[in-house]
């Protein structure tokens, strides 16, 4: 069976944890802070903060941003629910604006949206294709708001020469179906040190000493054993990358002959690294839930990221939601990822375009 998606955890990442298992310090301590520092380098920023998971990044990063009750966020309704369900966690509301042909949020569906209430924006870097992050950082200066990218992705996507996460507050998701993986884990990146300040306050119950708490903060410390993990993958993610994006273009090279089968853009100015390979069907002979049982009979698994788009999931739906957007809803109904991570091999990938031209 081709997975649709594997974690590649090494003797690297084993002998060190074993090296923190000895040291007697587990939870948060030296290693986070190697992490942090060299997780910041890598994004090019000044700091960064490690938490729990992608959710709790999201969480933070928004409250560091200010963002309070009363306030509206305009995000991707494309999403998988973490990146809309952190602005709620705030008591603030989530905005929703239609995606474009790059499957995230368009900036010509932000402006219109803009209200009094409106405090920032939340692209998502969705299967790790950067957002149009030009036009969004200009509507964010025009009108005053913050930015905070959800890269949980996206690690290592660029826009314009510059990685994702370091045009403003950034997140991570380190799950281990992302690009790399601590188990469970995530990260905050920013450029600015009052944001950096109040991240380290939020994540570890408001303390800036020991036992003096002054603001309202949460326990979403990352472990030294789960750092220890993202040091080593950290040194790989660019190896990782490559191969997915190899994949990637190994895929789309073969399933440009069959027929009713739209494959992901790459844009000049944008690496893409392929969290996801996601095709489109349009007009494909065989249904979606039809292909998806073909391709597992052939030993090929397939997912759909995501069936259900955020302001059509009973939590919304109940919340009063009633938005319609069109290309988010034909979009979901369409999209198919296939296996592209870095153990797909040249022959995984011949398998799988054989595949569809048998069953196109
Ligand atoms: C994975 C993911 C998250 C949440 O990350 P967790 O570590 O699972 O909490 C948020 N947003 C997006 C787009 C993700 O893919």
């Known amino acids: 069976m081709i997975q649709i998606a594997k974690p590649l955890i090494g003797k690297e990442e084993k002998e060190a944890v074993q090296r923190v298992m000895d040291s007697g310090i587990i939870a948060q301590g030296p290693k986070v802070k190697e992490f942090e520092e060299k997780f910041a380098e890598y994004i090019g920023v000044k700091h960064a903060v490690a938490v729990t998971s992608g959710t709790t990044a999201l969480h933070i990063a928004l409250l560091a941003e200010g963002i309070s009750p009363g306030d509206d966020v305009i995000t991707t309704p494309f999403t998988f ?20 042909e ?28 950067p957002a149009d992050m030009k036009g969004i950082m200009e509507l964010a200066e025009k009108h ?15 826009y314009d020469g510059k990685r994702v996460g370091s045009f403003s507050t950034g997140c991570f998701s380190f799950y281990p179906t992302k690009n790399m993986t601590t188990s469970e884990g995530g990260m905050v990146t920013t450029d600015d040190k009052g944001v950096y300040e109040r991240l380290n306050l939020l994540r570890s119950h408001g303390m800036p000493v020991r036992y003096h708490h002054d603001i309202l903060g949460f326990n979403f410390r990352m472990t030294d054993i789960a750092a220890a993990i993202g040091i080593e993958q950290l040194r790989k993610l660019e190896g990782f990358n490559e191969a997915r994006i190899r994949n990637a273009r190994l895929l789309s090279k073969g399933l440009s002959q069959v027929k009713c089968i739209i494959t992901p853009k790459e844009y000049k100015n944008r690496r893409h690294v392929f969290h996801q390979y ?16 073909n391709l597992n009979d052939r030993g090929i698994g397939s997912m759909i990221y995501y069936p259900i788009p955020v302001h059509k999931q009973k939590l ?45």
């Open 102 to 129: 790059d499957y995230n949020i368009d900036p010509a569906e932000i402006e219109g949206r803009i209200t009094p209430r409106t405090k920032a924006i939340l692209p998502v870097h969705l299967y790790g294709q």
């Open 278 to 293: 996601t095709i489109r069907l349009d007009g494909f002979r065989l249904g979606r839930d039809e292909l998806i049982k």
């Open 144 to 158: 005053g708001l913050k930015v905070v990218e959800d890269a949980c992705q996206a690690h290592g996507a660029e």
């Open 81 to 100: 629910i973490a990146s809309s369900n952190a602005i709620l966690y705030c008591g603030a509301r989530p905005v929703f604006a239609d995606i474009g």
């Open 316 to 360: 919304y739906l109940d919340l009063g939601y009633k938005d319609t957007l069109p290309l988010t809803e034909k979009y979901s109904s369409e999209v198919l990822s296939l296996p592209v991570h870095p153990s797909v091999t040249e022959s995984d990938v011949e398998k799988i375009v054989q595949a569809f031209k048998e069953l196109e």
